[in-house]
């Protein structure tokens, strides 16, 4: 039966995480953006919420992780349309209050939606309840994961790592560090293996912290891997080499990651056309809904538009997350609705920032700050130029070698 | 404005801004209190976990005042639906499409379509068994489902076709007990009842909240005076339905039978959607009885223009899938430069871009119709998808054409066709309702 609407047993989480970022993360929001690097240590007190939370089934059994490859466990995970979609629709909530500090919140890292995602069970056990990163991106290789150079080299009974990681997020704070690396850099991605280092192994650096345009709660680190020892079941998944498999055991970690970028995109594009539609309507500037198109001012058509972008944007999402829900195979819906939200949440919060003039810049609101934020959604989780190839291809019927 | 679904708590955001102060103070670092705090928090069992546990209450009390029961997301059309979804396209594939270019020239739908149409049911469709049809519920989703098949053959048919059940969903959805069996039997008949809303007036930035066209009370009936632009199935309509502005009233349809002295049925031959017959009515004192105006004072015009919306919108996401899939097909077998042409990303991503928008205005169209099938205000989500339609329709019509390049261009291909409909969609207002 067609019907687009938040669940109503979903309605509780949305509230209470919209509750959240009204009243934790907006006010410590621009402290944290001006102390670049300090720890927000605030969010401990949250993460520990959320633990107990969970623990007591006050979330509805949903995080902000992405678990819906693993098979359900409890009565209420078992119902169809739960688990995927509270996650994006909380972290939307979440991220209308701060995308930095979201994305610095212990124990909710890329890495620990990597190891719900690929992952053995006796995996998810150990690194339960530890806050992982992820580190993919190198010096020499962005967009192009297959071209990294970092090595995996197996020794004795356990693996050794050499290379350079750039932009982890958490990199400095999270427990462990799920690592891609090579395990033979000529055998192009499906040698591509993920690798959990804990902090603090040696071998192991933390460089130094880069100094970034928004999400600046966020710490983002390159971290030095050199003759850094793990143990052998540190390996993600399988360590076999299929040819055919590609970026196997990990790619399908993006199937939940990228509907949660898209989520946070519709939480600080929200954010900012509110801001903008409150102030406009203090100078007397409002969409006549249900009225001509075209014919208000200006400003008011363009709040129009960014309502409808937004829309369309937060509506992809949900059916991201809907068909993970469903256990239907969703890549290249998840790509859609990242693509489309990322940039859209760039277009309206730049947006805002030109409707609102000077208060639009200042410091003294948050505008200035969200237009700064989004840039990096449309970047990170695969950039909106990779997610176009990813639909694209799927739509054209095309290998990766043909459509490159 | 457009609604949000989010119902504030301010107690809980007042304590959490309580707790939030203190887990950032020197204090709680001084004195060690952060791990005794977390640790409490983490149990589960204490201050923390059950403060926010009540708090989860309240706000699960809060959130479900105000909302609708049995709120949900689901994507999956009913069988009923599926049923005459796949009825739909498969007329549209093998009937609507080969007629369309002709019926473009003609300025008309062609008699077997209008005859294939009436034997599919479409009328039928439209009406509830009281008043002869086999409509089971009326639903505004399951026609924006239809208005999606139809278009995918042809705009211009699709919305010749549409006007018919649409006149019959205003005379049911506003009309009295009275008109209702008047006028509603016939198009539960064997043959195609041509019949047509006309809100549109020839105004740039035209309201149609607020026709100019105005009804003045004459005796115990009402005189018409006005223009109509873009009617559908103007030189054969039995009926229109006239929106006009009565003083004190605001505006409401009549029913204006096409034999009425002082109306004027010109052909107005349009850039696209030329195979409904588009029509410009004039009302020179044109008199009707009190009959004539649908419904009573529970007269609801928003939902008339309302509904329009969502009925473009369809009828764009449609037309839009047309393209797409006529792209691609098209776009993969044309070899540039010794490959397909789609092996470029400039190529490819202006697909995959169409993709996305199409599938972003699919759902907002949805989510329009699903809220005023079940009652919700939905004028929010109407304007929004009207809106989003106009702009990338145009898109979709445009970028079909440019992957085509000079084929696009030339009438062999029917995406020339469609970048005229899809401009012209993108202008209407009324002239339909799913």
């Not at chain 1, 890495?111 to 690929?118: C, D």
């Not at chain 2, 899938?321 to 776009?331: D, H, S, W």
Request: charged fraction near 25%; charge should be neutral; include cysteine.
């Amino acid at each position: 039966m067609i019907h687009l609407e938040v669940p109503k047993r979903l309605r509780p989480l949305v509230a209470l995480a919209h509750s959240v970022a009204a009243g934790y993360l907006r006010p410590i929001s621009r402290k944290y953006d001006r102390a670049e690097h300090a720890y927000p240590k605030e969010l401990d007190l949250l993460a520990a919420a959320f633990g107990g939370l969970n623990e007591a089934g006050g979330l509805g059994g949903a995080g902000v992780r992405g678990e819906s490859k693993r098979p359900p466990e409890t009565a209420r995970e078992r119902r169809p349309g739960s688990a995927q979609l509270a996650t994006v629709l909380g972290l939307a909530e979440l991220c209308w209050g701060d995308v930095g500090l979201v994305l610095s919140l212990p124990g909710q890292g890329l890495g620990n939606a990597a190891i719900a995602a690929v992952g053995t069970a006796a995996q998810k056990a150990r690194f339960a309840d530890r806050w992982a990163a992820m580190a993919i991106t190198e010096p020499e290789a962005g967009s192009d994961a297959a071209a990294i150079r970092t090595t995996a080299r197996k020794d004795g009974d356990g693996w050794v790592l050499d290379g350079e990681k750039i932009y982890v997020t958490c990199g400095e704070r999270a427990d462990l560090v799920v690592v891609w690396a090579t395990l033979d850099p000529g055998r192009g991605r499906a040698a591509i293996k993920s690798f959990v280092v804990e902090k603090g192994t040696p071998g192991m650096e933390v460089v130094r912290l880069d100094r970034k345009m928004g999400i600046r709660a966020s710490d983002t680190a390159v971290i030095r891997f050199d003759g850094c020892r793990i143990p052998a079941d540190h390996l993600l998944g399988d360590e076999a080499i299929a040819e055919q498999a590609g970026f196997s055991g990990v790619k399908q970690t993006f199937d939940n990651t990228r509907p949660m970028v898209a989520a946070m995109a519709v939480g600080v594009a929200r954010a900012a056309l509110e801001r903008a539609t409150e102030l406009l309507a203090d100078a007397e500037v409002r969409p006549d809904w249900g009225g001509p198109l075209h014919a208000g001012p200006a400003a008011a058509e363009r709040l129009v538009d960014m309502e409808a972008e937004l829309e369309a944007s937060r509506l992809l999402m949900m059916k991201a997350a809907w068909m993970a829900d469903a256990r239907r195979p969703n890549s290249m819906e998840a790509s859609m609705a990242k693509a489309k939200a990322a940039r859209v949440a760039n277009a309206i919060t730049l947006g805002a920032v030109e409707l609102c003039g000077a208060a639009g810049v200042e410091e003294r609101e948050l505008l200035e700050k969200w237009a700064r934020d989004s840039k990096i959604l449309d970047i990170f989780e695969g950039t909106q130029q990779i997610q176009m190839l990813i639909v694209a291809r799927r739509l054209l019927g095309k290998r990766s070698s043909e459509l490159r | 404005m457009y609604v949000l679904p989010v119902v504030p708590n301010r107690l809980l955001e007042g304590s959490l801004r309580l707790l939030n102060a203190f887990a950032g103070s020197e204090l709680a670092e001084r004195y060690g209190l952060h791990e005794p705090a977390e640790q409490w928090l983490q149990r589960g069992t204490k201050l923390g976990a059950e403060l926010l546990s009540r708090a989860a209450a309240r706000a699960r009390r809060a959130a479900s005042a105000p909302t609708e029961p049995g709120a949900r997301f689901d994507l999956t059309p009913t069988e009923d639906q599926e049923l005459v979804r796949s009825t739909m396209r498969r007329f549209a594939e093998e009937a609507l499409r080969p007629a369309a270019e002709a019926a473009d020239d003609a300025l008309a739908l062609p008699a077997e379509v209008t005859a294939q149409a009436a034997e599919l049911g479409l009328g039928l469709l439209a009406v509830p068994e009281a008043y002869g049809g086999a409509a089971e519920a009326r639903s505004p989703v399951t026609w924006a489902l239809i208005a999606e098949e139809l278009a995918r053959g042809d705009l211009g048919l699709a919305w010749g076709l549409l006007a018919s059940p649409s006149a019959a969903h205003l005379v049911l959805d506003h009309g009295t007990e009275a008109q209702r069996e008047r006028w509603l039997p016939a198009f539960g008949g064997d043959a195609f009842v041509p019949a047509a809303p006309a809100l549109l007036e020839r105004r740039p930035l035209f309201d149609p909240r607020a026709p100019t066209t105005r009804a003045a009370r004459k005796g115990g009936g009402y005189r018409l005076r006005g223009a109509k632009a873009l009617v559908p199935l103007g030189r054969s309509a039995r009926f229109f339905l006239v929106s006009a502005t009565v003083r004190d009233e605001g505006p409401r349809l009549f029913v204006v039978e096409r034999d009425r002295p002082g109306l004027t049925i010109e052909s107005e031959p349009a850039m696209g959607l030329r195979a409904a017959d588009p029509c410009s009515l004039s009302l020179d004192d044109v008199e009707v009885g009190p009959e004539a105006k649908l419904g009573d004072e529970g007269f609801d015009h928003q939902r008339v223009v309302d509904l329009a919306r969502v009925g473009w919108a369809a009828l764009t996401v449609g037309q839009g899938q047309a393209v797409l899939e006529y792209a691609i097909a098209y776009g993969n077998d044309r070899v540039a430069f010794g490959e397909p042409i789609t092996n470029r990303q400039s190529v490819a991503f202006l697909i995959a871009d169409l993709a996305i928008e199409l599938e972003g205005l699919r759902l907002m169209t949805w989510r329009a119709a699903d809220r005023a099938e079940r009652g919700r205000p939905f004028t929010g989500e109407a304007h929004l998808s009207r809106a989003q339609s106009a702009r990338v329709g145009t898109r979709v019509g445009t970028d079909g054409v440019q992957v085509l390049g000079g084929a696009g261009f030339v009438r062999e291909h029917p995406v020339e066709r469609w970048y005229r409909h899809l401009r012209t969609a993108g202008v209407m207002e009324g002239g339909v309702c799913p």
